[in-house]
């Protein structure tokens, strides 16, 4: 019980003890630590104040650098804008250059094609003059080797007749010269009955020249193609004017071009202004056959400036120089049919002439070897008088 009680006034003595040591003995230390906490709290503070700025200024940084960064951008962006606006105006320049540089060479074309078309325009000028100049020394030939006739002075039938079909070849007697056209015109006043004659005008056989007229005699690759074997002169027929809706004509022929018909003569006939015009014109043949043909083709048939067109045969002896020509006149409604026109003439070269049952008759033979053969004819009594006309032949085949 006393040891209990000992020990307990000890453990109350140590706990007064330690009491009074924290009591007395703390107070000191505590006002020693005040002045080196607030020592900390400023260096806190001023860490954290350091800090902030230094947030700050890497957030000022940072946004300066983004801000440099979009301007730079900005500029890049301006630049290549401008560079695409530079390139644009560079295609765009370049464009215009190329559309300049293709008006300029499509004006030089042009102007060079102009040139060109001036250029053969003044050709064929030059050939056109060349062409009337040598067909005016032609004819000035042809005249001083057989003066033209005097066309305004008419005459009889067979006056007229002896100025075509002119056997102008001095190598080879009663030959009409290969070149240039020959044959006859023949123009008859209707009112008078007077008749003139002369050589063909013209440098082409189907193409007729009247009083400075051009007419196309089947000239077209139209006709040339069709084997006509007569047909009216029409408009188209006078390609430079002159054509008078009052005259009237018939031309023939055109044949089969592989069998060479009709390829080498012209012949028919042209009513105006009170005249008839009766006309054959060709290529005379240089040489001839030696044998006997029957030949075929067509003629004009007529009076008093009235024709019709006729059927024609003839047959020719080249060995005993005799040509046998039959003329079929055209039927009549209501008429008996007319007689046939039966006349013919003696071969003097590439020439033929003669009278023969009252019906005077010339021509010619035209084309190699006398392929064709034309003429004119006059009947002067019985059945058919007063009747005249051209005519035409070719189609020949052999006589045995």
Do not use: H
């Given at each position: 019980m006393k040891k209990l009680s000992l020990q307990a006034v000890l453990a109350v003595t140590c706990a007064i003890v330690l009491n009074a040591c924290s009591s007395g003995g703390g107070s000191a230390p505590a006002s020693l630590s005040t002045p080196q906490n607030n020592q900390n709290q400023a260096q806190n503070q001023k860490e954290e104040k350091e800090e902030a700025e230094r947030k700050k200024t890497e957030e000022q940084a940072k946004a300066e650098a983004e801000r440099k960064k979009a301007e730079e951008l900005a500029k890049q962006e301006a630049e290549r804008k401008k560079a695409e606006e530079l390139a644009k105006q560079e295609a765009e320049r370049k464009k215009a250059e190329e559309l300049a540089k293709q008006e300029a060479e499509r004006k030089k074309a042009e102007e060079l094609a102009k040139q060109?078309?001036?250029?053969?325009?003044?050709?064929?000028?030059?050939?056109?003059?060349?062409?009337?100049?040598?067909?005016?020394?032609?004819?000035?030939?042809?005249?001083?080797?057989?003066?033209?006739?005097?066309?305004?002075?008419?005459?009889?039938?067979?006056?007229?007749?002896?100025?075509?079909?002119?056997?102008?070849?001095?190598?080879?007697?009663?030959?009409?010269?290969?070149?240039?056209?020959?044959?006859?015109?023949?123009?008859?006043?209707?009112?008078?009955?007077?008749?003139?004659?002369?050589?063909?005008?013209?440098?082409?056989?189907?193409?007729?020249?009247?009083?400075?007229?051009?007419?196309?005699?089947?000239?077209?690759?139209?006709?040339?193609?069709?084997?006509?074997?007569?047909?009216?002169?029409?408009?188209?027929?006078?390609?430079?004017?002159?054509?008078?809706?009052?005259?009237?004509?018939?031309?023939?022929?055109?044949?089969?071009a592989r069998q060479g018909y009709f390829e080498n003569v012209r012949y028919g006939v042209y009513t105006v202004d009170g005249k008839s015009h009766l006309f054959v014109q060709g290529n005379p043949s240089t040489w001839l056959s030696r044998a006997k043909y029957s030949y075929s083709g067509d003629a004009v048939y007529g009076k008093d400036g009235v024709y019709n067109r006729a059927k024609t045969s003839a047959i020719v002896d080249f060995a005993n120089k005799t040509v046998d020509v039959?003329?079929?006149?055209?039927?009549?409604?209501?008429?008996?049919d007319p007689s046939p026109l039966q006349f013919g003439g003696i071969i003097d070269g590439n020439t033929f002439s003669g009278t023969k049952n009252n019906i005077e008759t010339k021509g010619g033979f035209f084309g190699p070897g006398g392929v064709d053969l034309g003429g004119v004819y006059n009947v002067k009594e019985g059945e058919h008088k007063g009747y005249n006309g051209a005519y035409g032949a070719s189609n020949r085949q052999i006589v045995k």
């Open positions: 060109e078309a001036e250029r053969k325009k003044a050709e064929e000028l030059a050939k056109q003059e060349a062409d009337r100049k040598k067909a005016e020394e032609d004819a000035k030939n042809q005249a001083n080797n057989n003066p033209k006739p005097q066309p305004e002075k008419g005459g009889s039938f067979a006056e007229a007749l002896a100025k075509g079909f002119v056997a102008n070849d001095s190598k080879k007697a009663g030959f009409m010269k290969g070149k240039p056209v020959n044959g006859i015109m023949l123009s008859i006043d209707n009112a008078s009955g007077a008749v003139t004659g002369q050589l063909p005008q013209t440098e082409s056989f189907d193409e007729l020249m009247l009083n400075g007229t051009k007419i196309l005699l089947l000239a077209s690759s139209t006709d040339k193609l069709k084997e006509i074997a007569m047909r009216p002169l029409a408009e188209r027929d006078f390609p430079n004017g002159g054509y008078k809706s009052e005259g009237k004509g018939w031309v023939g022929s055109t044949g089969d039959t003329i079929t006149p055209p039927r009549v409604s209501g008429r008996a």
